[in-house]
């Protein structure tokens, strides 16, 4: 019996859990859709499957969103992530542009020294463009009137996208440091292709949507950026013709 078998027999004999069973793999966006469906509270928390609870930080955001909601008008709250060590990692950012993307890049390959953004310090409530889309405490109200997640993202960037769709209704989102959630992000750090294609077509999707007035320039230096991606020997040849291929496709 594969532990796919055991988890689902061992949720299905609980009665304080509701276990959704689906045959394939639906992407985060879907699968979260899919559970905001059969849930029946006042909230949602979405929370990545590579985290660790060491507090209870559902009723510490639970609480501080009830009690502050109105007044600092939330939409999303996040706690701060941390690695295994308690090390801060990436817990919040700016909703991506175009503009960024493209001075980002250079200074990777080409060392402009142009930072794009700076590391955030969480005091008790710091207001954020975006909460990870490891942990996202909100009202459920809030995340139908909104649709959900945009299901044409696979994986990366929906997190981003629903929260841009959130702050267009005038909400704000929020990080506190009043709790703190482990998040196993990268625990391998081996180079995969098929990641990176996912992660550039949700980006090319999430350009298409937010930023269209600057997507040809997105295009333009996409395929500028063709021969510097053969360059890269994290990929053999066969994979950065595979990625090429992938990524004009989305594009155009």
Same mark, same amino acid.
């Given at each position: 019996?594969?532990l796919?078998?055991?988890?689902k027999e061992? &949720?299905?004999q609980?009665?304080?859990?509701?276990?959704i069973?689906?045959?394939?793999n639906?992407?985060?966006?879907?699968?979260?859709?899919?559970g905001s469906?059969?849930?029946?509270?006042?909230?949602?928390?979405?929370?990545?499957?590579d985290?660790?609870?060491?507090?209870?930080?559902i009723?510490?955001?639970?609480d501080y969103?009830?009690?502050?909601?109105?007044?600092?008008?939330?939409g999303?709250?996040?706690? =701060?992530?941390?690695?295994?060590?308690?090390n801060?990692i990436?817990t919040?950012?700016? &909703?991506p542009?175009?503009k960024?993307?493209?001075?980002?890049?250079?200074?990777?390959?080409?060392?402009?020294n142009?930072?794009?953004?700076?590391?955030?310090?969480?005091?008790?409530?710091?207001?954020?463009d975006? =909460?990870s889309g490891?942990?996202?405490?909100?009202r459920?109200?809030?995340?139908d009137?909104?649709?959900g997640?945009?299901?044409?993202?696979?994986?990366?960037f929906?997190?981003?996208?629903?929260?841009k769709?959130?702050?267009?209704?005038?909400?704000i989102?929020y990080i506190?440091?009043?709790?703190?959630?482990?998040?196993?992000?990268?625990?391998?750090?081996?180079?995969?292709?098929?990641?990176?294609m996912?992660?550039?077509?949700?980006?090319?999707?999430?350009?298409?949507?937010?930023?269209?007035q600057?997507?040809?320039?997105?295009?333009?230096f996409?395929?500028?950026c063709?021969?510097?991606?053969?360059?890269?020997?994290?990929?053999?040849?066969?994979e950065?013709?595979?990625f090429?291929k992938?990524?004009?496709?989305?594009l155009?």
């Amino acid at each position: 019996m594969d532990l796919q078998t055991v988890s689902k027999e061992h &949720f299905e004999q609980r009665n304080d859990i509701k276990y959704i069973y689906s045959e394939n793999n639906l992407g985060f966006g879907t699968a979260n859709n899919l559970g905001s469906q059969h849930a029946t509270g006042e909230f949602l928390f979405i929370l990545n499957s590579d985290t660790i609870l060491i507090e209870n930080s559902i009723k510490i955001l639970k609480d501080y969103f009830q009690n502050n909601e109105k007044q600092l008008n939330i939409g999303v709250l996040g706690a =701060v992530l941390c690695d295994e060590n308690l090390n801060m990692i990436n817990t919040a950012g700016s &909703f991506p542009q175009i503009k960024f993307y493209i001075s980002d890049y250079l200074n990777l390959y080409f060392k402009t020294n142009y930072k794009t953004y700076e590391k955030i310090h969480f005091d008790n409530i710091t207001k954020v463009d975006m =909460v990870s889309g490891a942990d996202m405490f909100l009202r459920k109200k809030l995340f139908d009137d909104v649709q959900g997640f945009d299901e044409k993202f696979f994986l990366y960037f929906e997190e981003t996208d629903l929260q841009k769709r959130i702050t267009n209704l005038s909400k704000i989102n929020y990080i506190t440091n009043q709790t703190k959630i482990i998040h196993l992000e990268g625990a391998s750090s081996k180079a995969n292709n098929w990641k990176r294609m996912i992660i550039q077509d949700s980006q090319t999707l999430y350009f298409r949507k937010n930023d269209r007035q600057n997507f040809l320039k997105y295009v333009f230096f996409e395929l500028l950026c063709t021969p510097i991606r053969f360059l890269n020997s994290n990929y053999s040849f066969k994979e950065n013709i595979s990625f090429f291929k992938n990524n004009i496709n989305k594009l155009l």
